[in-house]
């Protein structure tokens, strides 16, 4: 399937947002028993969206709430992205086309926010930062499809290298961290770096870098004991073992060794290996028990 990214202007995008066959039933509406109400929490007014005007002033805390409950209301809204696109483009003097309060389930500041990131994106990585051969083959490659191995092969460099890779394209695009593989793409093409090239589309979900892969290493079998009423870990099970069967060895081979007599040790013209020189220190004795 091919993305075709086309640049609509504000007033394009206002038009698609008031003819969109569920706009009358925006959450935003006023609500049909009392117009000052809203239709989407009546509990709310019907300015909640925008705030009280300059007479009115609010405190930081009220404010943060109702924001709060006007992004609830624009999450329940059938024309939140609609909403979204308008509210967030950018007009011909270079301004949001709307400055202020929520909409499409945006505050102003992070409308604001996302369009200074992507001016800076714009400013701070010019193009000749993606002309990379690498760069440009993992971006290729991820037009093509999203499974990590898959855009390796394709790039023809390792995996680690196709993420670390993907995670400089996103930051060089002027992208949070955890955007979508689409949306990475958009912008890519947005920038003219997908010239002639077929974006094979996904569901939307698909991360434009994939989580970090670790390296487990199975763990070994641990067991509880008691210890003073505590449970307590003891050390690995298999380890325990080895060491028991090395224990086990050694006492065999004691055991199966001749252990030398006193006798043997005294007669013996060189001391047995691995066994000290045995002084006769009582010759009197032996001689005392010869004649016995
Ligand atoms: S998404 Fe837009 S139209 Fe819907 S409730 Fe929010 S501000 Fe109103």
């Known amino acids: 399937m091919t993305e075709q990214t086309t640049v609509k202007s504000s007033a394009q995008l206002r038009k698609e947002w008031l003819e969109h066959r569920f706009f009358r039933y925006r959450g935003c509406a ?3 028993d009392d117009p000052m109400r809203m239709a989407g929490d009546p509990s709310l007014h019907v300015g909640a969206h925008h705030g009280p005007d300059a007479f009115a002033p609010e405190g930081q805390k009220e404010r943060r709430t109702r924001e709060e409950k006007a992004i609830e209301v624009c999450l329940n809204c059938p024309v939140m992205v609609a909403c979204d696109r308008y509210a967030s483009s950018v007009d011909g003097d270079g301004k949001l086309a709307e400055p202020d309060g929520v909409w ?4 102003s500041l992070e409308r604001h926010k996302a369009l200074i990131r992507q001016r800076v994106a714009a400013v701070a990585a010019p193009d000749r930062q993606f002309q990379t051969a690498q760069k440009q083959a993992v971006l290729r490659a991820l037009a093509g499809c999203w499974d990590p191995f898959e855009v390796a092969a394709a790039a023809g460099v390792d995996v680690r290298t196709a993420n670390w890779q993907r995670s ?3 930051r060089l695009l002027g992208l949070p961290k955890g955007v979508s593989r689409m949306r990475a793409l958009a912008a890519a093409r947005e920038r003219g770096l997908l010239e002639g090239l077929d974006v094979v589309a996904d569901d939307g979900t698909v991360p434009a870098v994939p989580p970090p892969t670790k390296t487990t290493v199975p763990a070994e079998p641990t067991q509880l004991g008691l210890w003073g009423g505590q449970a307590v870990a003891k050390a690995p099970v298999a380890r325990r073992r080895r060491r028991s069967v090395r224990r086990r060895a050694r006492v065999r081979a004691r055991v199966a060794a001749p252990v ?4 043997d040790a005294l007669n013996a013209p060189q001391p047995a290996p691995g066994l000290a020189r045995v002084i006769p220190l009582f010759p009197a004795n032996r001689r005392l028990e010869a004649a016995v």
Do not use: A, I, W
């Open 30 to 32: 006023p609500h049909p």
């Open 104 to 107: 499409g389930g945006r505050r």
């Open 168 to 170: 400089s394209l996103v």
């Open 260 to 263: 030398p007599t006193l006798d």
